[in-house]
T-cell receptor, first 118, second 114 residues
Framework: GAVVSQHPSWVICKSGTSVKIECRSL??????MFWYRQFPKQSLMLMAT?????????EQGVEKDKFLINHASLTLSTLTVTSAHPEDSSFYIC??????????????FGPGTRLTVT | AQTVTQSQPEMSVQEAETVTLSCTYD???????LFWYKQPPSRQMILVIR??????QNATENRFSVNFQKAAKSFSLKISDSQLGDTAMYFC???????????FGAGTRLTVKP
């Protein structure tokens, strides 16, 4: 149980275009989802926290107009990188917290999406 | 703000031996959670072990155990009988009791040698 998927696993887009990444909780309802960014050989940096049905909370320094997050249902959150530039190239990871794990603070992670902007 | 420090960028261990990865953190909170996550080459994050700060007993999961020193704000991970499949990046993480987010350390790259 507690499986989180991401789609696509790898995407290449041209500079100036937008790309959408989906994060789904497959066997549980996720009240809270998180989006992280990971540069090569670096740690995970939290970008934003999204709760179903409400606006995402962005970390300081993350442009909310550039990284649009939607958490429209209890099983789906999307991250849209708008007007992508080469510096947005990175590995994006989502995670989800099920209500049962709220007290333990455990997060279930997706497999990640590699974004390359040319 | 909470910070998590992993002072060992890389470590190696011979198969079947024991290795300890260190982690320190800074917080003014009294209740919180600590985690060790493993990220193998596939980059899928896998929970290794979890510790609740209000529990004095160190958490154990099979070959993995922690040494939680609350006063020293230290949370080290011991891997016993290391296996080749343990080769991965290991991240220490902190989560406040009443807060959603999780903060990660810089990671330690562990290589298990045959």
């Amino acid at each position: 149980g507690a499986v989180v998927s991401q789609h696509p696993s790898w995407v290449i887009c041209k500079s100036g275009t937008s790309v959408k990444i989906e994060c789904r909780s497959l066997d549980f309802q996720a009240t809270t989802m998180f989006w992280y960014r990971q540069f090569p050989k670096q740690s995970l940096m939290l970008m934003a926290t999204s709760n179903e049905g409400s606006k995402a909370t962005y970390e300081q320094g993350v442009e909310k107009d550039k990284f649009l997050i939607n958490h429209a249902s209890l099983t789906l959150s999307t991250l849209t990188v708008t007007s992508a530039h080469p510096e947005d190239s990175s590995f994006y990871i989502c995670s989800a917290r099920a209500p049962s794990s709220t007290l333990s603070r455990e997060q279930y992670f997706g497999p990640g999406t590699r974004l390359t902007v040319t | 703000a909470q910070t998590v420090t992993q002072s060992q960028p890389e470590m190696s261990v011979q198969e079947a031996e024991t290795v300890t990865l260190s982690c320190t953190y800074d917080t003014s909170e009294s209740n919180y959670y600590l985690f060790w996550y493993k990220q193998p080459p596939s980059r899928q994050m896998i929970l290794v072990i979890r510790q609740e700060a209000y529990k004095q007993q160190n958490a154990t999961e099979n070959r993995f155990s922690v040494n939680f020193q609350k006063a020293a704000k230290s949370f080290s991970l011991k891997i016993s009988d290391s296996q080749l499949g343990d080769t991965a990046m290991y991240f220490c993480a902190f989560s406040r009791y009443n807060n959603n987010d999780m903060r990660f350390g810089a990671g330690t790259r562990l290589t298990v040698k045959p």
